[in-house]
């Protein structure tokens, strides 16, 4: 250190709070849907900071999903990579994931992608099931459209396809 010059030591506690976390978790993509982030598919809960430790609690979008570790892991490493050393992931399964936690800026991302996204307030006790109403069609906005399959590139979502412009595509299952 050169005479004169003040070194400036910050700890990563004197910058955290809920809000930055917030934000940097707002980057992380669901490894299943990339456009998506875990904080718009609802999949963080909560999130707190005390001194030094960020405790993040995620609520999987069901209890098999296989996509859970991952998310688990790309949240530690995106807080590690902003130099967040004593974080703890906890999941908390009640009251379970619904479909109404995805966020409208979400819901916008999963329609731009191609993925219709599911409708709003039609629980079903956390079954996943595809729609009993008309599914628009992401692509022509069409409703003619029909489940092909109740099982589509993910569990969580069901294959449908457009009847006006023939083009397949998935509809994200409501729980």
């Not at 982030?37 to 405790?55: N, W």
């Not at 994931?97 to 996204?117: C, H, N, Q, V």
């Not at 569990?155 to 409501?174: G, H, M, N, V």
Request: proline share 7%; aromatic share 8%; hydrophobic share 40%.
């Amino acid at each position: 250190m050169f005479s004169g010059e003040i070194m400036s030591i910050e700890k990563i506690s004197d910058r955290l709070s809920e809000k930055q976390i917030w934000q940097w978790l707002e980057d992380v993509p669901d490894p299943e849907i990339p456009v998506i982030s875990v904080v718009d598919l609802g999949i963080v809960r909560d999130v707190s900071v005390a001194g030094d430790q960020v405790t993040v609690m995620i609520t999987p979008t069901y209890s098999g999903c296989p996509a859970t570790t991952v998310i688990s892991f790309d949240i530690e490493a995106a807080l590690r990579a902003r130099g967040v050393a004593d974080i703890k992931i906890a999941s908390q399964l009640f009251p379970p994931w619904t479909t109404d936690w995805i966020s409208e800026a979400g819901r916008e991302k999963l329609l731009d992608y191609g993925i219709a996204p599911p409708q709003k307030g039609a629980s079903c006790a956390g079954a996943l099931r595809a729609s009993k109403g008309p599914i628009a069609c992401p692509q022509c906005g069409s409703v003619r459209t029909e489940c092909v399959s109740e099982f589509g590139s993910t569990p969580c979502k069901a294959a449908y396809r457009c009847l006006d412009c023939l083009e397949p595509f998935d509809y994200f299952k409501t729980i």
